[in-house]
């Protein structure tokens, strides 16, 4: 009789998982950390720092900055991927994208209409799932990360300074070249490319959220600043074909970006992996 008994619960539990009505903890599907991951070995960046700078109440470049960057790190190859970003949302964890996006659970496609606030969630998240502590990276890592692929397009000051209609008509020269003609539904992973370290798409059509906040700097006549910088750390700076710096809420850059010229075509992420601690 007991063999009897056992022989059907088996049955009605096999049969309950064949429904689809045994709820499976949804992290599950996470395993243990196996993150695609490209070492961004230790050295140094010449780079024009991300933010607005002002000279004389009209706004110019920055001068370039080097950052050392004393120890290695690590970033993930791809963007996460819309069935990636799905698991987070089945896990409650992050919120479902806008209606246009919800059917999007492609493997080998970025996620994008991502926000800031999106792509900080699922870090926690996965985090979480993984044991490992992820965030998204500052402006300065991500381009570091770029290596060869990132090309900086910021306008050289050779105008008069008397005469900011001069840097105007540069400014508008500029956002003309950035109109791209790439178009901008997702595509493959890798459709754009990768650098030697193995990072892949940094110049695609998915620009990446970064950590770095957004800033406004009076700099004198040699570039150097004046006063703190003036933070917004509600609006955060977006790296890919060229910068920007979009409102921490927003997932679609085109519909309400704080930026000024061309927005990005699509918003997504990827993630820096934290060093984990050492033993003893």
């Known amino acids: ?35 695609e991951l490209a070492v961004i070995k230790a050295g140094e960046l010449s780079y024009y ?10 706004p110019v470049s920055p001068t370039r900055r080097t950052v050392r960057f004393d120890h290695d790190f690590e970033i993930m190859k791809r963007q996460v991927s819309q069935a990636e970003y799905q698991q987070c949302v089945v896990a409650a964890a992050c919120k479902k994208l806008d209606k ?7 493997p080998d496609l970025p996620a994008v209409g991502i926000s800031w606030r999106d792509a900080t969630d699922y870090a926690a998240w996965y985090s979480a799932v993984t044991g490992r502590t992820y965030r998204l990276p500052t402006y300065a890592e991500w381009v570091y990360a770029a290596g060869s692929l990132y090309q900086e397009d910021v ?29 901008g539904t997702p595509r493959t992973f890798g459709s754009f490319g ?15 959220w970064t950590d770095t906040c957004h800033t406004r700097q ?11 910088p003036a933070e917004n750390c509600g609006i955060r700076a977006v790296a890919g074909r060229h910068r920007s710096y979009i409102s921490d809420f927003i997932r ?21 992996r934290v060093p984990a601690p050492s033993r003893g």
């Not at 056992?6 to 243990?32: F, H, Q, W, Y």
């Open 218 to 228: 009076h700099v004198d006549q040699e570039g150097a600043a004046m006063l703190p």
């Open 100 to 106: 246009s996006q919800r059917g999007a659970v492609a």
């Open 252 to 272: 679609d850059p085109k519909g309400g970006a704080c930026s000024v010229g061309v927005p990005p075509s699509n918003l997504g992420f990827r993630l820096v």
């Open 155 to 183: 306008i050289v000051d050779a105008s008069d300074p008397g005469d900011p209609a001069q840097r105007w008509l540069m400014e508008y020269k500029l956002e003309t070249q950035r109109k791209s003609t790439v178009d």
């Open 1 to 35: 009789m007991k063999t009897r008994n056992r022989i059907a619960a088996v049955a009605v539990t096999a049969l309950m998982g064949g429904c689809g009505m045994v709820n499976e903890d949804p992290t599950k599907s996470v395993k243990a950390d196996q993150t």
């Open 49 to 58: 720092p991300a933010g607005d700078f002002i000279r004389n109440g009209n």
């Open 194 to 208: 990768s650098n030697a370290a193995g990072v892949a798409d940094m110049m695609g059509n998915v620009w990446d």
